[in-house]
């Protein structure tokens, strides 16, 4: 199984300089290759393939006195642009066909330095390592400090299946990602016992079947006040001009913050819920029509994809079962106790009573139930 672990880099003002330039390299590359397929495609001509691209945009260009300073930088993060674009291709490709799963994606486009992420990556080819005092050493670049938040699963010193990413945000903060092959049975949990139904909501992130709550923490709502008077301020600063470019990154690490908060609760969330329970039952969220409604602010505050996703490779790394339960199930209107079928209910009936047994249900609590009763069905079946 492959992982992916990124930890905090911290490059002096030298080691800044060189990343800048190996992005900068990696973006004059793509874009030069992009362009000559996209005037082979103008003239009816066939796509040149990537030794073609390799050999002209990057071993020739280098002796020329326009495309010189290619060389001051790792051969190994130019071609690996290449391969980025090959790949950009081929997913646009298998949109277009159907071959490729997911919403459609638009074909490459051309990269500025201006972009939010700009990132660069290292093979075991490019012979970086980690040294004894636990620094990263890449090459032309130097020894990087790293803020090792854990240990890697792998022996780092042997680089020999890992990869790494070098990654600038748009709050000009450094990230070394790794991708990491690890041995499945070893992360297998014992056995756990429990079943549990999640409702996800909005005033209740999530409801359990148990009828525990977990109250939503409402990020980007709490810190609207901040966001509001930091994008005031960039909008009264002059256009190009350095204060401006401060308070761009001001603007990026509120918001930085914010994303960042809510990642750590979902992983927090989903870690507890995967390692209490042997067996999780969710129900699927059309998260794209409710970006569409007045909810729209809240349903991306609350980042129900972003948490189901932990929890299905979680399951998957675990050892666990994720059961995804159709969103067309009508959880909020059976009731739990003997699964009579009461019909739709309004938002604003938080309770209601069954015609038939009497049962009183909380709305969040009992479709809980429901969604671990389907779950176990599906499971069954």
Not at 14 to 37: E, K, P, Y
């Amino acid at each position: 199984m492959q992982l992916r672990y990124a930890f905090r880099i911290e490059p002096g003002p030298g080691q800044r300089i060189s990343l800048n330039q190996a992005f900068g390299c990696a973006r004059v590359v793509w874009n030069d290759c992009l362009r000559a397929r996209r005037d082979a495609r103008a003239e009816g001509l066939p796509y040149p393939k990537s030794a073609q691209l390799s050999k002209r945009f990057i071993t020739e260009a280098k002796r020329t006195p326009q495309r010189a300073w290619l060389g001051e930088v790792s051969a190994v993060v130019l071609q690996q642009s290449l391969r980025d674009l090959d790949t950009a291709y081929s997913n646009f490709f298998g949109s277009i066909k159907g071959t490729r799963k997911g919403p459609k994606i638009g074909e490459p486009r051309m990269k500025t330095k201006r972009d939010n992420r700009q990132a660069v990556r290292f093979t075991a080819n490019a012979r970086w390592s980690i040294t004894a005092d636990g620094k990263l050493n890449l090459p032309k670049i130097g020894p990087v400090q790293v803020r090792w938040s854990r240990a890697l699963p792998s022996v780092p010193s042997v680089p020999s299946t890992v990869t790494v990413t070098v990654i600038k945000d748009s709050s000009n903060r450094y990230w070394a990602s790794f991708i990491v092959e690890t041995d499945p049975a070893a992360e297998i949990l014992p056995p756990a016992g429990g079943d549990q139904g999640i409702d996800l909501g909005l005033t209740h992130f999530a409801v359990m079947a148990d009828g525990s709550r977990i109250k939503s923490p409402r990020f980007l709502r709490r810190a609207e006040k901040k966001l509001r008077r930091e994008q005031r301020r960039l909008s009264r600063k002059a256009k190009g001009s350095n204060n401006r470019d401060k308070q761009r990154v001001k603007v990026a690490r509120a918001h930085a913050k914010v994303a960042d908060a809510r990642k750590d609760f979902h992983h927090k969330l989903s870690t507890k819920l995967i390692r209490e329970n042997e067996a999780i039952s969710v129900e699927t969220l059309s998260v794209k029509g409710l970006a569409r409604t007045r909810l729209a602010k809240s349903v991306h505050d609350a980042g129900w994809s972003t948490f189901v996703n932990m929890l299905e490779y979680k399951a998957a790394r675990y050892g666990r079962m994720l059961t995804k339960v159709d969103r067309a199930f009508p959880s909020s209107q059976v009731c739990s106790a003997c699964g009579h079928r009461d019909g739709p209910k309004p938002l604003h009936i938080p309770a209601w009573t069954c015609d038939r047994c009497g049962t009183r249900h909380d709305r969040d609590h009992n479709a809980a139930k429901n969604v671990k009763y389907e779950g176990r069905r599906i499971r069954a079946v």
